[in-house]
């Protein structure tokens, strides 16, 4: 694990304050969990309570999208970043996890599909489309592989049974 930076931005004219943090985690498991920890910890420091919907939510974003990182993006020796942002208002949360894995690079963002219901995976990205308020796949800035990321709108996701219909 790398140490954090944490950044105030200034925004171009018209655009809103952000405020992010972003870290490194090993691509193991253990380091899929210290990432969705990372996360919900801060979640917690910018107002949004560990028991609360909001967190829960993107903690649970998160959680899927780290998995997804080390069990189909490691690379041995490489590291993944998760990277949290927040508007200054509150309003939309980014969670970004990207890999290193070069091959991975997606011209569009995928639409999950129902698996075998014998199958052990296949349901994550479905979790991260009912419950993020958009979500989608870039080049990773800086080097190779892929960029995961998730916007959650906080306004509709505090309150809790008031959520998106899934894409």
Not at 60 to 75: F, K, P, S, W
Not at 124 to 131: D, H, K, N, S, W
Not at 137 to 156: F, H, M, N, Q, Y
Request: neutral net charge.
């Amino acid at each position: 694990m790398h140490s954090p930076s944490s950044q105030r931005h200034r925004p171009s004219p018209g655009a809103t304050a952000a405020t992010e943090l972003a870290l490194s985690f090993t691509s193991t498991p253990r380091g899929a969990r210290l990432a969705r920890l990372f996360v919900a910890h801060c979640l917690d420091s910018w107002g949004h309570p560990y028991d609360g919907h909001v967190n829960e939510t993107l903690t649970l974003i998160t959680a899927e999208l780290c998995a997804n990182a080390v069990r189909h993006g490691r690379v041995p020796g490489r590291d993944f970043h998760v990277r949290l942002t927040a508007e200054t208002d509150g309003g939309r949360l980014r969670v970004e996890v990207s890999d290193t894995r070069a091959e991975h690079r997606p011209a569009v963002t995928p639409a999950p599909t129902n698996p075998d219901p014998d199958a052990e995976s296949g349901r994550g990205l479905l979790l991260v489309t009912a419950l993020a308020d958009d979500w989608g796949v870039t080049e990773r800035r800086g080097g190779p592989g892929k960029t995961v990321w998730a916007v959650l709108d906080t306004a509709s996701s505090d309150r809790p049974g008031v959520r998106p219909s899934p894409r």
